[in-house]
């Protein structure tokens, strides 16, 4: 039987990714534990040694995290920060990768090597082993997957799970514009993820692939709703940037364009903002913003400016 | 840059699988450390907890693993099994995986179903855990990578790097035939494996799965020449049926279809074959055969029917 279908209706188009992973989870039953242990969470943990162990996978796909416009070097980054920054948002410590390549035969010799190297000085700057691997053809572009093995910098590690009603809704950097880019510049918020996994007062966290909008919500405690203050949302200046040519709002760039890989995570509602953020800034030069709160479902808003988040939609793969 | 050249002698074309590993081992340099720590063994091998740890990487590709003559619970169970025979190759214990799909977006949900439904299964029969994995898509085919993580049965491994000299060669089941049909009946040698990496006269292991002359070099220790006796290679039904068509000797068949996945291994040359078979037969109905000797290099052959392995070649990737 061909793989493969014209008929759109039988297709996993029409699912959408989300639905897909819903179903994929559901095909596999018994054998996919529920997260953290299974699918579901930024890493797979995979407990039976003395420090929980965290696994990550990520491909980077020419004409899809990438194409001509950007360098072999950047390819390579994009690869390895991506799956890192899975780990950064457990509060992990990362400490080896395997990298799988299929290829079609016509690819530059020159173009792998850079591919390569910028990934070796990346594994060595965050003391990450490259420990193994896998070459094969395939007819057409490049499809390079890595897996990035982790552990728990402490005993704790940060799931999505965790947050409680009425607390605040934190986020690093700023956001919007990142894919429009084919990010890959950016700096996975290792240091910053592992010293939030260490603070009590933080109860959950996910780093930002999709875009906040479709994100935000795995980390929604249920019977609240997701209050968020237009006006704290941090705007990127790409996302300004974008926005004078795509007809949409800085806004909109900022809520669903995805590839921020930006830390967002949920504290206390005890905590004050000011003092959390004061707290913060003793330690890093990035940007932290508290933008709203998981507030109980009929509550009545903390902002005069609530954001519906339910409005804008994040990225949408295989649509 | 494009990733891709029209001229063969900058692609990877040029350089064909082995060496293009040989330069990403080069290019990765102080990242990637000596197998089996490293790129270089069936699996890579991660220590710092009790027990090793052992990491295999292995996709299947539509057109190059499977085609549309093979049902989709087909494609499941060679990607998982695939990743199942490198870890029995080292004697370990499997424990947990996570599969990246990417594909196109006219892939059959029906088929997917199939596939995982497939994986799912051998994972339960195998005590594995389905832990994570990524969906993305890619313009054009299927492409879906299993990371294998596993463990060392006991404080052993096996590795492909401590044969001696007078060393005999073994080899599981009977070869060839297998990659013409796109081989996904077979049942990876786990226990075999495990039992093999107790045995303290057994000194390195590998499977099979380029063709026994392509892939039994990496088993040669320095100073020796493989001798094997041609009357001893297992020739399998699959070599002869095909090689009454190919045009080939079911021998050649045999050395060089790969996708075997059978274990070949180097046991101490003061074991009596016999001896070792009949305690082989006590545990297995798989079947075994001595082949050979990695002899001194300049010895004179132990065999009348001396096989020159150079004359064949293995299934080259990238070519």
Redesign the interface.
Known sequence: ??????Q?S??????G?QK??T??TR???????KPP???GDD????S???RD?L?????V?????FD?RI??RG?GAKLFNRNLSDIAAMGGRP??A???L????????????DF??S???L??RYN????????????????A?M?M?GEAKKKRLLSRKNAKADDLIFVTGKLGGSRLEWHWKFTPRLEEGQWLGKRAEVHAMMDISDGLAKDLPALQPKGTRIALSEDAIPVSKSAKQYSETSGESPLVHALTDGEDYELVFAVSGRTKPKDFIQEWNRHFKTHLTCIGRFVKSRAVSPFDDELDLKRFHGFE???
């Not at 079609?104 to 173009?111: D, H, S």
């Not at 990450?128 to 499809?143: F, R």
């Open positions: 039987m061909s793989p493969f279908t014209r759109r039988r297709s996993v188009a029409a699912l990714e897909l992973i179903e994929i095909w596999l039953g018994s054998a996919s534990p242990r299974g699918i890493c797979a943990v995979l039976g040694t003395p162990q696994i990550t996978v990520d491909p796909i020419y004409g899809e995290h001509d360098p072999a390819a400490r080896a395997v990298i799988a299929a290829t079609a035969k016509n690819l530059k010799i020159e173009w792998l090597r390569y190297r990934i070796a000085n594994a060595r990450v082993l490259i420990i193994g691997g896998d070459v094969a053809h395939q007819a057409e572009g490049l499809t997957t897996t093995l793969h295989l649509r």
